[in-house]
């Protein structure tokens, strides 16, 4: 299994009227679905964009990988370098919990509001 995340505008919708199906349309899915392929098998390949947004949250593990793993079509005017998503570890807590105890303190305290701008 390899997993692509990548932050950028999405149109949504179903399409279809016989045999319904939700569409996520736009140029940031096809550049999601080509930061999975250029992932490798048990790992998240994070774009340079969705890096910004996560590495300023404390506890995200990063590893960098070189420039030249950017797929093709990427924009080169966004700085950086696409990562691997190495680990979540909630600062407050010791890095011996469980992973889900981590990341069940982290959803109650983050409450993401749909409304708050993250790209801004």
Not at 79 to 104: M, N, Q, S, W, Y
Request: proline share 7%; net charge positive.
């Amino acid at each position: 299994m390899r997993i692509g995340l990548h932050t950028g505008l999405v149109l949504a919708g179903v399409v279809g009227v016989k045999m319904p199906r939700y569409c996520l349309i736009g140029n940031d899915v096809s550049l999601a679905n080509k930061f999975e392929s250029g992932s490798i098998a048990m790992h998240i390949n994070v774009s340079p964009t969705t890096h910004r947004l996560l590495v300023h949250t404390e506890g995200f593990r990063f590893e960098a990988r070189p420039r030249e793993h950017l797929p093709e079509g990427f924009p080169e005017h966004i700085k950086g370098t696409c990562h691997f998503l190495k680990g979540f570890f909630h600062p407050k807590l010791d890095p011996a919990e469980p992973l889900d105890v981590h990341i069940r303190k982290a959803q109650r305290e983050l409450r993401m509001d749909a409304s708050q701008t993250w790209l801004a």
